[in-house]
């Protein structure tokens, strides 16, 4: 219908950006309901997602509560003070060793175990028990990480927690899970893999139900066994899956949420338990020193999207298909 | 396994008869390992609830001299009775509920309005929003840049602060576009040549096909908003519009002191154990009760996102 307006405007008119007016005059007739659809939402972006980036200018000038972003005065060092002042900065170091060490030790533990759960739960035969362990180990993803603090309180802490109340019952000492430092990281990760290990293998569980059910036949014929089939055929069947996801994991090594550690930590285990987002939270809006935090917010997420292309670009070196 | 069993040969020679009955004991022992491990799985994800319940339902003098494990003892309502009598409770409580309708029922409209439109080939312009979309999934400004555009719009202590700056999540607008997509593109050219309009469109076709996804973003929505609390913490200093997960983390932090406890609005220092329990259990509940209905909708709502685009 378009393209027969179009001829007829076309032929009509001579004159060709007369002919171009027109054209858009029938093709903004037809469709300018999905302009005004998109509008708000394009309006939210720019506002809320692009306004807050000429704040990021911020990391290289001196902050100023009277000035705008751009009357600040550029900071010394051609800009790069503040950049400077960071990595004179013991606590952000240290942040980002805790960020780096808590996103690894993730990614190794953690990682592989919504695979497992994956190949386990796809082994199991009867439905019904089946849908309700699937429902029993989605549920912690629906819990706030205060809650997770909360039960974690009732279960960890040394006098009432439930787990040291075993251990004490049984003859042993109790173990401060929450208020050691080293402790307080083995904790940390546990809680991390409890609420994400159900929900991350649905992705694994799909992928499992696209593999072709005629390779485990043809296997099974070939008198491969269970643990064979796994190996042989699920586990090369969602590879690339798996792949994609450790692209994103990887990418996100030095990226923090918040929710997490700022809930989870206390004064005794700050030395492991601060991370770069915590830091930022309280040296900026607590501590009011916005550019230093700015800037390590600026230097941290240059450096995840570097992290993320090269995942990329490795992964498509050796051969899989990449996230982009 | 049973598609093996099931094209099994019809005569078998005895060597391979041994060697199948050997193998479906192998898998019968196999069922039983999975079965086992399972359980295992399953009863480390129930026991903290389990025992936050049988906490939060004792006698506090059962839970002074560490008796409680997974049943309760001295079976009583009272620390829920002080929960639900405490009026700062249930004022959080209240407007988180009223907080997570408005946010929902706003991220949806969003989600859907921004969707639609780009499932058109035809639409000009499309690469350009894309582009406009795609860069905010990579580029975030941080934490303190977000701050000082609240800070600038007047958005600071403004209860408007909870709802407009996440009122539209990338991620799920994708979600909805691949749904979209999946939609036959036939239904929509019958109804624009019967001359229906695009808004027509969404609303009488569109809307109404997509309501499994509808259900699983609005489950998602409903989550982040219930289980947030850090905006509040960052941009909101008047505690009347404190959500609930707030609340509940200054109540956990400071419930040890007993000055603090009542401070924070409970008067019984005595069933402290027991109210901290039933307060991180009250918070839980309403989320427990919706997730395991919509959880075929979810799964099919977590997939979707992970195909890549």
Redesign the interface.
């Known amino acids: 219908m378009?393209a027969a307006a179009k001829r007829l405007v076309t032929r009509g008119k001579s004159e060709g950006s007369d002919a171009k007016t027109a054209e858009w005059k029938v093709?903004l007739k037809r469709?300018w309901?999905?302009?005004v659809?998109?509008f708000?939402?394009?309006v939210?972006?720019?506002?809320?997602?692009?306004?807050?980036?000429?704040?990021?200018l911020?990391a290289f000038k001196k902050y100023s509560i009277v000035q705008n972003v751009w009357e600040m005065p550029w900071a010394g060092n051609n800009g790069m003070e503040y950049f400077i002042q960071a990595f004179h900065n013991r606590d952000f170091l240290n942040a980002l060793k805790n960020t780096i060490c808590l996103n690894l030790l993730d990614l190794i533990i953690g990682f592989p175990v919504p695979i497992i759960?994956a190949l386990?739960?796809n082994?199991?035969?009867f439905k019904k028990?089946k849908?309700?362990?699937?429902?029993?180990?989605?549920?912690?993803h629906?819990?706030?990480?205060?809650?997770i603090?909360?039960?974690?309180?009732?279960?960890f802490t040394p006098?009432?927690g439930?787990i040291n109340?075993?251990i004490t019952n049984l003859g042993g000492q109790a173990v401060p899970f929450l208020n050691d430092p080293h402790k307080w990281v083995g904790t940390y990760i546990f809680l991390g893999i409890?609420q994400s290990f159900?929900?991350n293998s649905?992705?694994y569980?799909?992928a499992i139900a696209g593999i072709s059910?005629e390779l485990?036949?043809a296997a099974?014929?070939d008198?491969a066994?269970?643990l064979r089939q796994m190996w042989h055929i699920t586990l090369p069947g969602i590879k690339s899956?798996i792949v994609?996801l450790l692209i994103m994991a990887l990418g996100n090594i030095i990226g923090s949420a918040?929710?997490r550690p700022?809930?989870l930590q206390n004064n005794l285990v700050m030395q492991n338990a601060e991370v770069i987002?915590t830091f930022?939270?309280k040296n900026?809006?607590k501590g009011l020193q916005?550019s230093l935090?700015?800037a390590v917010?600026?230097f941290?997420?240059v450096v995840g999207?570097i992290f993320?292309l090269t995942a990329n670009w490795l992964s498509r070196k050796l051969g899989e298909r990449g996230?982009? | 396994?049973?598609?093996?069993v099931a094209?099994r040969p019809e005569k078998v020679d005895e060597t391979q008869e041994v060697?199948r009955m050997v193998?479906s004991s192998?898998?019968r022992a196999?069922?039983i390992f999975?079965?086992v491990?399972?359980?295992l799985?399953?009863i480390?994800?129930?026991?903290?609830?389990i025992?936050?319940l049988a906490?939060s339902l004792s006698a506090s003098d059962a839970?002074v001299k560490?008796e409680v494990?997974l049943w309760p003892k001295g079976l009583n309502f009272d620390a829920y009775t002080t929960v639900l009598s405490d009026i700062k409770y249930i004022k959080s409580f209240g407007w988180t509920v009223i907080l997570t309708f408005i946010c929902t029922f706003l991220s949806l409209a969003?989600t859907v309005?921004?969707a639609?439109?780009?499932t058109?080939s035809?639409?000009?312009g499309r690469s350009i929003?894309n582009i406009?979309?795609t860069i905010?999934m990579?580029?975030?400004?941080?934490?303190?840049?977000?701050?000082?555009?609240m800070k600038d719009?007047n958005l600071l202590d403004n209860p408007l602060v909870l709802i407009?700056?996440g009122?539209?999540s990338i991620y799920n607008?994708i979600i909805m576009r691949s749904f979209f997509y999946g939609i036959p593109e036939s239904l929509r050219e019958s109804a624009e040549i019967d001359g229906a309009?695009?808004?027509r469109i969404?609303w009488s076709i569109y809307l109404p096909l997509s309501k499994p996804v509808l259900a699983t973003l609005a489950l998602f929505y409903a989550?982040g908003r219930?289980?947030?609390?850090?905006d509040a913490?960052?941009y909101m200093k008047n505690k009347d519009f404190y959500p609930l997960?707030?609340l509940?983390?200054n109540i956990?932090n400071n419930m040890n002191s007993v000055e603090v406890a009542t401070q924070e609005g409970f008067s019984s220092p005595g069933l402290s154990?027991a109210l901290?329990?039933a307060?991180?259990m009250f918070?839980?509940i309403p989320?427990?009760c919706i997730?395991?209905f919509l959880?075929k909708y979810f799964?099919h709502g977590?997939?979707v996102g992970?195909v890549?685009e």
């Open positions: 378009i093709y469709y309901q999905l302009y659809l998109l708000l939402p394009m939210y972006l720019l506002i809320f997602k692009y306004e807050p980036m000429k704040y990021v911020i759960f386990i739960i082994e199991l035969r028990f849908k309700t362990i699937q429902t029993i180990a989605y549920m912690p629906f819990l706030s990480w205060v809650i603090y909360g039960l974690a309180i009732q279960l006098s009432t439930l109340m075993v409890w159900g929900w649905i992705i569980l799909a059910p485990y036949e099974s014929v008198g066994g269970r899956t994609v918040f929710d700022f809930a987002s930022v939270y900026g809006i916005f935090t700015t917010g600026l941290q997420s999207v993320l996230l982009f | 396994m049973s598609i093996a094209k060697s193998r192998q898998t196999g069922d999975f079965v491990v399972c359980v799985i399953g480390i994800c129930l026991v903290p609830m025992n936050l906490r839970l560490h494990y969003m309005i921004c639609y439109p780009l058109f035809k639409l000009k929003f406009i979309i905010t990579f580029f975030n400004a941080g934490t303190i840049p977000n701050y000082l555009l719009l407009i700056p009122v539209l607008m309009s695009y808004f969404l989550v219930w289980n947030g609390y850090s913490l960052m997960q707030l509940l983390y956990l154990e901290k329990a307060t991180v918070s839980t989320i427990l997730y395991p959880q799964i977590v997939t992970a890549k």
